[in-house]
């Protein structure tokens, strides 16, 4: 995998708490991302802990002291069953979808390596999570679950959507957060406004 | 069957604000007016009354302008002209104003004349930007490409500022053309002014029943002043309306103000506000014109004799 360096390595996104950018509304809502992190009310902790081995390969976040917390907002997500309000045809619905995906991945694991994903390697993880996402597994442990789907449409989308719903994400990537009260002036290519964040050369 | 949806009464203050603010507006004029005090025969107060108007013109197109062209980043280098010689012109048609006895100079005259061949080439530049745009003549692209009759503006100011040097000189114009002509154009420049604040208030849905005002008021007065080229007895109903224009374009910036108040975050958020907001230097253009035609009228009116 590739060193990922930050175009912005000096830009803050909650340098905009106090500014015009942000009002009374933007600051609850980030200030809960940042500070309500919800415990564990769903998943079991074994589940817990095997998602957060999965994540860690997904979204590995080495440059962190503290990472971007991502299970706990998925466990919230199941704990208070807030679906996208959609489903794939044939996929189940979310709550039996990460038990079932879990549940079979933990299985699949034991059965190929002799040990849980938790105690893999990193590369044995990588190829594993590759098979999940190629389709390649047994259909013993995923009965009619499309596998493809699971990966792609739930794990990886909400484990991005998280991590990317983060300011600490957001200082990374030189987004301003939401764009109320202060949007976008200059809309063309290549413009910047004078309250957006300034790439530097890397 | 649902019922009709009957949409939310707006909980603006919209009657005491426009109320308030043409009140204020009104009063500045009268103070302006009173302040206004031109020296000479009517040829003399013509003229520093269209330098006046040329003055205001620059002053209004030079900040508005800056604004816009500080907005589009000044990725192209000539969007530093128009501002500049906005400024330029300023400084001419001010000099015109207030030292007619300097008339006779050279320098003043050709400023402004080249100040009026900027609106021309600006016209050029911001016409080629719409048209390089996808969809060429649209009504997106005459809303958000360059406006391609903002610079008409500084054609306008040069041609007054031209025309006032010209009545300045010493000779009587009273009897010859000039008045009469320069009255249509201070129609021409009204209309113009007009299409361009229809279109933008357009834009704007009209969201402010106010924003009528300077599609409604400034036509009439176009009308009128047309008229009194012609017949030097319209300029009696020319004067109230011109008057009217006038006050409108002072209270034009505070309409405005309250506009940006209206935004998104208000005035607290005035960085992006003051780009996106209804323009604040532009409305002043509808003073220049008026002020301009104010002082031609008694010029149109002594014809009559």
């Known amino acids: ?54 994540v860690a390969r997904l979204m590995p976040q080495p ?10 907002w998925i466990d919230d997500r199941l704990q208070k069953d807030r679906r996208p309000g959609y489903r794939y045809a044939g996929m189940p619905p979310m709550r039996e979808a990460w038990t079932a995906g879990l549940a079979a991945i933990a299985a699949e694991c034991i059965d190929r390596f002799g040990k849980p994903f938790e105690e893999l390697s990193s590369e044995d993880q990588d190829g594993y999570l590759t098979t999940i996402q190629n389709g390649e597994v047994s259909s013993q442990f995923w009965s009619d679950m499309p596998v493809q789907c699971f990966f792609s449409e739930l794990l990886l989308k909400d484990v991005l959507e998280i991590y990317y719903s983060h300011p600490w994400a957001w200082s990374e990537i030189g987004f301003g957060g939401p764009a109320s009260p202060r949007g976008y002036v200059r809309t063309g290519f290549n413009e910047r406004d004078p309250w957006e964040a300034e790439a530097a050369d890397v | 069957m649902l019922a009709p949806r009957e949409p939310e009464p707006s909980h603006r203050p919209l009657i005491p604000v426009a109320a308030a603010t043409l009140v204020a507006a009104g009063g500045i004029g ?15 107060r013509a003229a520093q ?3 006046a108007g040329a003055a205001i013109l ?31 012109g300023l400084g001419a048609a001010t000099c015109l104003a207030f030292r007619p006895d300097r008339a006779k100079d050279r320098l003043p005259k050709i400023a402004l004349i080249a100040v009026g061949a900027t609106g021309l080439i600006g016209m050029g530049f911001h016409s080629y930007n719409v048209l390089k745009r996808p969809g060429e003549i649209d009504t997106l692209n005459l809303f958000y490409a360059a406006p391609v009759g903002a610079p ?38 009204l209309l113009g002014t007009v299409a361009e604040a229809g279109l933008f208030h357009f834009r704007g849905a009209f969201q402010d029943p106010a924003m009528y005002a300077p599609v409604t008021i400034p036509p009439l007065a176009a009308v009128a002043i047309g008229a009194a080229a012609l017949s030097p007895r319209a300029a009696d109903f020319a004067k ?15 309409f405005h103000a309250y506009g940006i108040h209206r935004n998104m975050g208000g005035w607290y958020n ?36």
Not at chain 2, 30 to 44: F, S, T, V
Not at chain 2, 65 to 80: D, W
């Open chain 1, 1 to 54: 995998m590739s060193e990922f360096r930050s175009p912005y390595p000096s830009y803050d996104v909650l340098d905009k708490w106090d500014s015009p950018s942000w009002n009374d509304q933007t600051r609850e809502a980030v200030g809960r991302r940042l500070d309500d992190v919800p415990k564990r009310h769903f998943l079991t902790a074994e589940q817990w802990s095997l998602l957060e081995a999965i």
């Open chain 2, 49 to 51: 009354a269209l330098s």
């Open chain 2, 240 to 254: 109230p309306l011109l008057q009217a224009t006038a006050v409108l374009g002072i209270a034009g910036p505070i």
């Open chain 2, 30 to 44: 009268w103070l302006l007016q009173r302040a206004w005090k031109p020296e000479g025969d009517i040829n003399h």
């Open chain 2, 152 to 189: 008409a503006a500084l054609t306008l100011a040069g041609l007054y500022g031209v025309i006032a040097g010209e009545m300045l000189d010493g000779s009587d114009f009273v009897e010859t053309r000039l008045p009469q002509l320069t009255a249509g154009l201070i129609a021409f420049s």
């Open chain 2, 270 to 305: 005035w960085s992006q506000m003051i780009l996106q907001g209804p323009p604040l230097p532009a409305p002043p253009a509808f003073l220049g014109i008026a002020a301009a035609g104010l002082g031609l009228l008694p010029a149109l009116r002594e014809r009559e004799h």
């Open chain 1, 63 to 72: 440059d962190r002291e503290e990472p971007v917390p991502i299970v706990p």
């Open chain 2, 58 to 88: 620059c002053a209004s197109v030079a900040l508005d302008s800056a604004l816009e062209h500080y907005r589009g980043k000044f990725k192209n280098r000539a969007m530093f002209v128009g501002p500049t010689m906005a400024l330029l």
